[in-house]
């Protein structure tokens, strides 16, 4: 999410402090001065564009974070899966690596496995169970 400075009335990322001038998703007239110092996204929206919302009184829910490029794995992983942990292709979001994951379990055991998110392009990208 994104806040506005007391200090100089810049937008800022909550995360590192750095302006949001790199990337500004605001809707039109958006940020309204004086309608709130908090960022919210118009999810009703094709462009999920951002409005300013007041958060002094109630703090707002964040929708997602994603981890900074130049913390992936740049190669494929030696040990196996931890529980609880994602599993992140090598380069994301440009990945160049094939990689397999093997899960080994001790006999008579059943292994869960839930995926949330999978992002392929066709014809190149694809997961295989067996």
């Given at each position: 999410g994104?806040f ?9 990322w ?7 001038s ?18 919210a996204?118009l ?17 707002l829910?964040?929708i997602c ?30 990945p160049?690596?094939?990689c ?24 190149v ?6």
């Open positions: 994104a506005q400075s007391k200090e100089d009335n810049n937008w800022k909550i995360d590192d402090n750095t302006n949001v790199n990337y500004n998703n605001f809707a039109g007239v958006f940020p309204i001065p004086g309608g709130g110092n908090c960022t996204m999810t009703e929206s094709p462009m999920a564009e951002w409005i300013n919302e007041d958060c002094d009184n109630q703090k829910p964040f974070r994603r981890y900074g490029y130049s913390t992936l794995p740049t190669e494929c992983p030696i040990d196996a899966p931890i529980e609880g942990k994602d599993i992140i292709a090598p380069g994301f979001p440009i160049n690596i094939p397999e994951y093997i899960i080994l379990v001790e006999a008579n055991y059943v292994v869960k496995l839930e995926i949330l998110a999978l992002e392929a392009n066709p014809n990208d694809f997961l295989e169970i067996y």
